[in-house]
């Protein structure tokens, strides 16, 4: 829509005002509208994360301290940020590779992978010193041939990330309504509603308790699947969890059902992604991708990925493909923990490529 300006006589397009939205504060992911724009609102966000949340839409990095004090960047070196995400670890490398250094950030989400290299451009990295591709962390050999060698440093955040998690529209969240999906690159593959209507229930219990160690996976998997018509939406999943777990009696009961539904979604996000595969093949392929003397970090956030790190990290050392590694994974400080509570769960390993 425009107007006439009188004193040119020329057309001027009208201001759009924002759409506005019912109560005092936005309830709903696509009405919050200062998140969905950090650096307009710079000062409103900063509040929302002192008061301890995550902005919706955004990502707070973890354990970036203890990452760069593992990897020890440095000017001229040439590194590989495996989940490149909302970019946080990404922007902290890159300040300290610079100048002469080279960061390259690959992601399989078509969606988010977009944003954060619009975000990082602004902040001025340019092609020359941040490439971002998008592929999966397991297929990084395709690129060794683009750098003309191997990687000083490697990162991999193997958490699912903020924008993910809000994002109804994805079906990461089981506290909002949206289509059960989980695919971290929406384009391919089947949604976890099609892959839940193709199992047994034996293959359902099988898979909760493989991908996510679930205690209840048989009276889970018999709940579910007592189900009259196919489960289709994040809450409606949720809901057939709860109806088939032990009743709630006081709130260490309620947390404990909880925990129950976030570790079902766990164990079909893993399903849908093929998570364990892809895990697997980055782990056989990482010293091929490191430097002599190279290093990686592995940031994991359940038994299934830490125990696939451990293992590949100690088969490692013992057959002198890596001089060193962490003996014990790194946890996040109380402080952080407390900040922001996505971090708990969090575990941080390293390895040391060896000199030959």
């Given amino acids: ?22 109560g005092k504060n936005p309830r709903r992911f696509e009405e919050k509208y200062k998140e969905h724009d950090p650096e307009r609102y710079a000062d409103d966000v900063a509040k929302i994360i002192h008061s ?12 970036v301290q203890e990452i760069l004090k593992v990897l020890d960047p440095h000017a001229g070196q040439v590194v590989l940020d495996a989940t490149l995400g909302y ?17 390259w950030g690959i992601d399989v989400d078509p969606i988010e992978i977009k944003r954060t290299e619009t975000r ?27 750098i003309g060698g191997c990687f000083d440093l490697v990162l991999a955040d193997l958490g699912v990330s903020s924008m993910q998690l809000d994002d109804p529209a994805r079906g990461f969240t089981f506290k909002r309504e949206g289509p059960l999906d989980l695919r971290l690159n ?9 892959l839940l209507q193709s199992l047994s229930e034996n293959e359902f219990a099988k898979m909760l308790s493989v991908n996510a160690d679930e205690p209840y996976a048989r009276g889970i998997a018999k709940g579910v699947f007592k189900s009259s018509t196919p489960i289709k939406t994040t809450t409606a999943l949720a809901d057939a969890i709860r109806r088939a777990l032990p009743r709630a009696t006081s709130e260490a009961d309620e947390e404990d059902r909880t925990r129950s539904v976030r570790r079902t ?10 998570e364990f595969f892809v895990l697997e093949q980055f782990l056989k392929n990482l010293p091929e991708c490191l ?15 830490e125990d696939r790190v451990a293992r590949s990290f100690r088969e490692g050392v013992q057959s002198g493909v890596y001089a060193e ?18 971090s708990k769960s969090a575990r941080l390993h390293w390895v040391k490529r060896s000199v030959s």
């Fill in 291 to 305: 430097k002599f003397e190279g290093r990686a970090a592995i940031l994991t956030f359940h038994p299934g990925e």
């Fill in 325 to 342: 590694m962490s003996l014990e994974p790194i946890r996040p400080t109380p402080q952080e923990q407390y900040d922001n509570s996505r």
């Fill in 1 to 22: 829509m425009s107007m006439i300006n009188p004193s040119s006589n020329q057309e001027v397009p009208l201001r759009k005002r924002r759409v506005r939205y019912p």
């Fill in 186 to 194: 929406p384009e391919r593959g089947q949604p976890a509603s099609v």
């Fill in 87 to 103: 970019g946080g670890h990404a922007q902290e490398l890159l300040q300290r590779i610079i100048p002469g250094g080279c960061l």
């Fill in 52 to 63: 301890g949340k995550t902005p919706a839409g955004t990502h707070r990095p973890i354990m």
């Fill in 120 to 146: 990082l451009r602004g902040r001025g990295f340019t092609e020359q010193v941040f490439k971002v591709r998008r592929i999966n962390f397991a297929g990084v050999p395709k690129i060794l041939n683009d």
């Fill in 265 to 274: 979604f766990q164990a079909l996000r893993i399903a849908v992604n093929d």
